[in-house]
């Protein structure tokens, strides 16, 4: 950062921000490392899963960016995301015609764009295909329009064959917080309101009269997974969370959890196991919970049915991992981001995009996803910069 050529004080301001946020984050991992006798890889690994994004975004700020240069960068993306969807789409075809195979994934689970076979690549691909759709819809004003709005369609063709529907509630739920946001705002938020309730109105009209939505009207309707009273999906999906405070044992739990890799991230929950042969012999630990999570999930048809309610998830990783000042250093660190990088409604809408995603299974450590969106911020943060100095000058 000090090599940076930039002399722009809240550029600098900015990055320095976030770089002293993330010192503080990565002391309370290593303070409930110590507490809780995790291992050093523990650390490291976590901190680099879910510091990644942020250190990305710094890299990203301090590069001095002209208008030419951010151009290049800004095609370099729309063509990877372009690239991203149409493998997505070929995919399904070539999968359905037997002519590759995704095992062991199938012939919906396995459209994955770019990020094929690769666990949760399909949530990962097409959340990248919304956000840069809507990029591109609000800000690639070289483009005709009707073409850009082709590349929306496309994109929502794409959650229905690769049957992510979790993508498009989470956008919604993202976009219901941001209509929120303006309650200060009664022209903004009427704007917002009624956007939303044409979306939901399109959307009712869709899974009642087009038949590749049709699955959404199953989905919302399975009394037996969503009726919690009967022991449903939000019983299972907290399960975890009482499995950690049956390991709770002083005070000092709840402020710096159970250690790193020991709970319910991505770390705790699957990569730590899949990697034990490596990081056992660095000096990595395990935590009884792994066993019992899984044996839990295993034996439990809701969890297996539907990775809405899976028990895994990344809020629940952080609480558990690092305890409520590891949650708050890390909300600490989004909110640097809001209110450095945040510039207008999109950025925010990506932000909250990420928050909401941070209850459904493990995204907000996915680097792929992660990455792709402090990308779009950080461009949308450049391009913002670049015409405030042109209207400066």
């Not at 498009?168 to 903004?188: C, I, P, T, Y």
């Not at 869709?206 to 009207?217: C, G, M, Q």
């Not at 950080?378 to 910069?385: D, F, P, S, T």
Request: aromatic share 14%; hydrophobic share 50%.
């Amino acid at each position: 950062m000090s090599a940076t050529r930039t002399k722009d004080y809240r550029q600098l301001n900015a990055v320095w921000s976030i770089f002293f946020a993330l010192l503080i984050f990565l002391g309370v991992m290593l303070a409930s490392a110590i507490v809780n006798h995790a291992g050093i890889p523990n650390v490291i690994v976590n901190f680099l899963i879910l510091g990644e994004p942020f250190m990305f975004l710094i890299a990203i700020a301090c590069i001095d960016f002209h208008a030419e240069s951010l151009n290049k960068f800004r095609r370099w993306l729309i063509v990877s995301a372009l690239i991203n969807l149409l493998l997505a789409i070929i995919q399904k075809f070539l999968l359905v015609a037997g002519h590759i195979s995704a095992a062991p994934y199938d012939e919906t689970d396995g459209v994955q764009g770019v990020f094929f076979i690769s666990g949760a690549g399909g949530y990962i691909s097409a959340a990248v295909s919304v956000s840069v759709s809507i990029y591109c819809i609000l800000y690639l004003k070289t483009v005709p329009l009707w073409i850009r709005i082709f590349g929306l369609v496309g994109t929502i063709y794409q959650i229905q064959i690769a049957d992510t529907k979790q993508v498009l509630l989470v956008s919604g739920l993202a976009w219901g917080l941001l209509a929120l946001s303006k309650v200060q705002d009664l022209r903004k938020l009427l704007v917002y309101v009624t956007c939303i309730g044409l979306a939901i109105a399109a959307f009712w009209w869709a899974t009642h009269n087009i038949e590749l939505f049709e699955v959404y009207v199953q989905w919302f309707s399975r009394d037996d997974i969503n009726n919690s009273n009967s022991g449903g999906g939000l019983d299972v999906k907290t399960e975890g969370i009482r499995k950690v405070l049956s390991y709770y044992h002083s005070p000092i739990n709840w402020l710096l959890g159970l250690g790193p890799g020991h709970t319910l991230g991505r770390l705790g929950g699957w990569t730590i196991s899949d990697m034990w042969s490596i990081l056992s012999r660095l000096g990595a630990t395990k935590h009884p919970l792994y066993d019992e999570m899984w044996s839990f999930i295993n034996n439990n048809w809701i969890a297996l049915s539907t990775t809405l309610y899976v028990p895994l998830f990344s809020w629940a990783g952080i609480w558990g991992d690092q305890g409520w000042l590891g949650v708050a250093a890390y909300l600490y660190l989004g909110f640097l981001v809001w209110k450095y990088f945040c510039i207008d409604d999109y950025c925010k809408f990506l932000t909250l995009t990420i928050f909401v995603y941070g209850f459904f299974l493990t995204q907000v450590e996915e680097p792929g996803f992660m990455l792709s969106m402090v990308t779009l911020i950080g461009l949308r943060w450049h391009e913002h910069r670049i015409q405030k100095a042109k209207l400066l000058s």
